[in-house]
Nanobody, 122 residues
Framework: QVQLVESGGGLVQAGGSLTLSCAVSGIIFSNNAMAWYRQAPGKERESVAFITSGHATNYADSVKGRFTISRDNAKNTVYLQMNSLKPEDTAVYYC????????????????WGQGTQVTVSS
């Protein structure tokens, strides 16, 4: 059974920082692309950051230069370091894992975590 468990969300003031973690079990973590998504109230879920099994990364324009995605294959964990947070970053943040080892993208029907709330106050 594949499980993704996010942690690290919370309330932070604008300009502050948070680091989200996503612990993964049930897949050979090092082989699979990972991603962070977010969903704000009343909005669609959007991609935030992506990392391949080879550690190549990609970011949404709205977070470039502020957020950093990384992975620790020894700990089966992917991270999202968020700096210079803005009120518009407020959302539920979800971790996702590709079903397809070695895929350069997240692909069809990725695995999802349950989400962690990030709230940025102005």
């Amino acid at each position: 059974q594949v499980q993704l468990v996010e942690s690290g969300g919370g309330l932070v003031q604008a300009g502050g920082s948070l680091t989200l973690s996503c612990a993964v079990s049930g897949i050979i973590f090092s082989n699979n692309a990972m991603a962070w998504y977010r969903q704000a109230p009343g909005k669609e879920r959007e991609s935030v950051a992506f990392i391949t099994s080879g550690h190549a990364t990609n970011y949404a324009d709205s977070v470039k230069g502020r957020f950093t995605i990384s992975r620790d294959n020894a700990k089966n964990t992917v991270y999202l370091q968020m700096n210079s947070l803005k009120p518009e970053d407020t959302a539920v943040y979800y971790c996702a894992a590709s079903r397809f080892p070695g895929s350069p993208s997240l692909g069809f029907r990725p695995y999802w975590g349950q989400g962690t709330q990030v709230t940025v106050s102005s």
